[in-house]
């Protein structure tokens, strides 16, 4: 699939600053679009984009709450960018609502991959319906982290343990802020929520961006992320997610303390003192040379690089390369 797209009807910021759900509408029909948008935007922010191919830099950066697809008979490349999208363990579970013409046959189910449908004679009477309930379905049934919206505990538990089952090789990250708690009681939480939106979508970008197909990103909760690729290309992200979050973090500071290059806060023992800007520590675990048959032993030797990585100082990251045999 290729990311690097352009944006030709996009009619919102790139990142909605308010807080309602988001819908991206794609269709090259414009009386479609133009319906769609007069009948949600009292509900929702809508982004409009002519086709698939050149939204999917706007839903790989902000995965919105929702996709409608006007999906026409005969339009086998859409409905293959669709599916490769619907297919990854990240983007798979972004709900999606057709909208057919009312004499389009509907293939079978498993060869389009969208979770409802609506006819086009039944827009005007259906869709905010369709719409209200495609995105409660999916919170109901999703576990995604709530401030980023990447998958949560539960489904990064289960990939870890889907790889190890099918004898995949790969390596796990753990990345986690470093001074971050300061810079919280600094700044206060909304701000700190900026941040971390901000490190997850960095993240996302950067992965996706070297391994678009087989990697997978989480959020554990608060400033632990973690995320999966193949073992050769683990190095390389983990030090460019380093190198853009050190030059894109300053920005999250007031001028005065930017040019400082540290804060005044408290430690945890109630204690003012001054702290380094946020910094960004990655511990990275794999089995190519070591066995494992349980996602905890994998993720404990990934928190204990981050862990190695905080104690050399921080802003780095730490691999794994130790080898270790298990005994039948």
């Not at 999208?85 to 999606?96: C, Q």
């Not at 683990?234 to 804060?263: S, W």
């Amino acid at each position: 699939m290729r990311w690097k797209t352009l944006y030709p009807r996009q009619r919102t910021s790139f990142f909605p600053m308010n807080n309602l759900k988001t819908v991206v509408v794609i269709s090259r029909d414009v009386v479609l679009t133009s319906i769609v948008d007069r009948l949600l935007k009292d509900s929702y922010m809508v982004v409009d984009f002519s086709n698939i191919q050149s939204s999917l830099d706007y839903i790989y950066a902000s995965i919105p709450d929702l996709i409608i697809i006007d999906i026409a008979a005969g339009d086998a490349f859409a409905i293959t960018l669709l599916n490769e999208m619907k297919s990854d363990p990240i983007f798979g579970r972004l709900p999606v609502l057709a909208i057919f013409e009312d004499q389009f046959v509907i293939p079978k189910w498993e060869h389009l991959l969208v979770d409802d449908y609506v006819r086009r004679s039944s827009l005007e009477a259906d869709i905010l319906l369709r719409v209200d309930l495609c995105i409660h379905r999916a919170e109901r049934i999703m576990e995604v982290n709530p401030l980023t919206r990447l998958p949560g505990n539960i489904a990064i538990i289960k990939q870890i343990q889907r790889r190890l089952d099918n004898k995949e090789v790969f390596a796990l990250a753990y990345a986690d802020l470093d001074y971050f708690k300061p810079y919280n009681d600094r700044y206060g939480f909304s701000r700190g929520d900026e941040a971390l939106k901000m490190l997850g979508r960095l993240i996302l970008n950067t992965v996706k961006g070297k391994q678009p197909h087989g990697s997978f990103v989480g959020h554990i909760g608060g400033d632990d992320f973690i995320f999966m690729m193949d073992v050769e290309l683990i190095e390389d992200t983990a030090g460019e997610i380093i190198d853009n979050f050190n030059k894109i973090i300053p920005t999250f500071y007031d001028p005065e303390d930017r040019a400082r290059g540290f804060i005044e806060s408290v430690d945890r023992e109630g204690n003012k003192k001054t702290f380094p800007l946020i910094g960004i520590s990655i511990g990275i675990a794999h089995n190519r040379l070591r066995k494992f048959s349980h996602y905890g032993e994998i993720a404990e030797v990934a928190s204990e690089m981050k862990k190695y990585a905080k104690c050399a100082g921080g802003g780095c990251f730490k691999m794994d390369k130790r080898h270790h045999e298990f005994v039948n």
